[in-house]
């Protein structure tokens, strides 16, 4: 049985379906890629997942468990995590308080972010670990506001991390990002992966290529192929949809 897995989902927003029916399956402690052109409904798919919409028909189960239209709260409390595609940090707080305000201890005192960074060096220790692992050791104090867009999203990965999640789902990590923080973000990915389940939408073919296990191919609405990054090199649809080229 896989970690988490979709059964026929289907999502309409008035009278456009966007989901028609899609089945995915993530086995634990491996990469999931998911590809598609845009519009193809792949956020929209993580949003169902990750419990931000109620899908209209279908099941999304976790362990077995049905988790379908749980709120998003007690998806992540169930240990599943997400990264977004349009950056989601509190500007004005430091890269390290980002984090803070993240970790499960600190939660679930509430939210209060005055009182939850107050002088908690425990807290602070293991967000500056996070920190660390993300490739932002020495960045702590600085403003979310003034990190370059690569360690921003470095840091919206640091955040997600900080609900210590069995399955992340990061959504176009590299939107946006030049070779060179494409190269660090692989290489984190990478070591992330050995730890954790990962979801990953991306146009990038190389960078998903080099570091998923499997990958689905979402085009209206419906996974349109599956399979190892070798079985799907040369399908038709993948070759369309390829963006970032391949090697
Ligand atoms: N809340 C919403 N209300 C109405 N329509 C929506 C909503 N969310 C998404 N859609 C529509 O669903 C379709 C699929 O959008 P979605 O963002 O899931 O695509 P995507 O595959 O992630 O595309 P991209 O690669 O550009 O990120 C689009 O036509 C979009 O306008
Ligand atoms: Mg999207």
Redesign the pocket.
């Known amino acids: 049985m896989a970690l988490f897995e979709a059964r026929g989902l289907h999502k309409r ?2 009278d ?1 379906v ?1 989901l028609e029916r899609i089945d995915l399956a993530f086995e634990a402690g491996k990469l999931s890629g998911i590809m ?10 993580f ?1 169902v997942l990750t419990g931000r919409y109620k899908p209209d028909r279908g099941t999304v189960t976790l362990d077995g468990e049905d988790i379908t239209g749980l709120a998003p709260h007690r998806i992540v409390a169930r240990g599943v995590s997400r990264s977004f ?1 349009i950056m989601n940090l509190f500007d004005e707080y430091s890269a390290l308080d980002n984090v803070v305000i993240a970790l499960p201890e600190v939660r679930a005192r509430g939210f209060s972010v005055t009182h939850a960074l107050d002088g908690d060096s425990a807290a602070q220790d293991r967000a500056a670990a996070i920190l660390e692992r993300v490739g932002l050791r020495g960045r702590e104090r600085v403003n979310a506001r003034r990190l370059s867009y690569g360690e921003r999203r470095a840091l919206e990965i640091g955040v997600a991390l900080a609900t210590e999640p069995r399955l992340l789902f990061v959504d ?1 990590p590299t939107a946006g990002l030049g070779t060179a923080a494409t190269g660090r973000l692989a290489e984190l990915i990478g070591e992330l992966k050995a730890h954790t389940t990962i979801v990953m ?1 991306e ?1 990038d073919m190389r960078f998903l290529f080099g570091l998923a296990d499997r990958i689905s191919v ?1 085009h209206w609405g419906q996974v349109i192929a599956e399979g190892t990054p070798d079985e799907l090199r040369d399908n038709p649809w993948v070759r369309r949809s390829n963006l970032g080229g391949l090697a």
């Open positions: 927003f008035g456009q966007v598609g052109p845009n519009g193809a409904g792949k956020t929209t798919c949003n595609q176009e939408i146009h979402i």
